[in-house]
């Protein structure tokens, strides 16, 4: 609920956006314009760690409606759940600070989707995340690559994963669902 408000209107441009230029490409550059407002900054008065998380999902949303995959995802009854996620500061954004986050579909493994999420100001990064997500089926299970390439096809261009995502996603893992894992402090 904290963007609630935030992403419906994301997610309204995003539409009108499809509309008007047609269908972005899924391994492109989305970009949506934010300004840094009062309830994203912290006591310190700038924007807090956490909310950037928050705000780079207004980016994927963007993504997802503008490339057509909410659509597939929907009728084929799946959606996306975030496994896991990373995220690294350069610069603080300020109240009121006009920004951008850019978000791409940077590849894939045999488990998961990654994507890259970038707070960036006249074209300078000030903080990047990279988001590891797992597609699911309302029915139940995973969808696996093959049956979602299927559906939304498989873009060209397609970047490679790049090796410490894959040595990050490995030892950031927690147990499967199905796994104990008792919190047990070392």
């Known amino acids: 609920m904290n963007v609630m408000w935030r992403t419906m209107l994301?997610?309204?441009?995003?539409?009108?956006r499809k509309r008007r230029e047609g269908l972005a490409s899924p391994t492109g550059v989305a970009r949506i314009r934010l300004t840094t407002l009062p309830t994203d900054i912290d006591i310190l008065r700038h924007m807090n760690?956490?909310?950037y998380l928050s705000l780079f999902d207004l980016g994927r949303w963007d993504l997802l409606i503008r490339s057509g995959l909410l659509d597939a995802m929907r009728e084929q009854g799946?959606?996306?759940?975030?496994?896991?996620?990373?995220?690294?500061?350069?610069k603080s954004l300020q109240l009121w600070q006009r920004f951008d986050v850019e978000?791409?579909?940077?590849?894939?493994?045999?488990?998961?989707?990654?994507?890259?999420?970038?707070?960036?100001?006249?074209?300078?990064?000030?903080?990047?995340?990279?988001i590891r997500s797992?597609?699911?089926?309302?029915?139940?299970?995973?969808?696996?690559?093959?049956?979602?390439?299927?559906?939304?096809?498989?873009?060209?261009?397609?970047?490679?994963?790049?090796?410490?995502?894959?040595?990050?996603?490995?030892?950031?893992?927690?147990?499967?669902?199905?796994?104990?894992?008792?919190?047990?402090?070392?």
């Open 10 to 16: 994301v997610m309204w441009r995003a539409r009108r």
């Open 49 to 51: 760690n956490g909310r």
């Open 78 to 90: 799946w959606y996306a759940v975030v496994s896991s996620e990373t995220i690294s500061f350069r």
């Open 103 to 130: 978000s791409r579909f940077i590849g894939h493994d045999d488990k998961a989707l990654y994507l890259e999420h970038r707070a960036v100001v006249n074209g300078e990064i000030f903080a990047r995340a990279i």
């Open 134 to 186: 797992r597609m699911l089926k309302r029915s139940g299970g995973t969808v696996t690559h093959d049956e979602f390439f299927a559906a939304v096809g498989r873009p060209d261009d397609t970047p490679d994963v790049s090796s410490w995502i894959h040595d990050w996603a490995a030892a950031s893992a927690l147990p499967p669902t199905k796994a104990e894992a008792p919190s047990i402090w070392a």
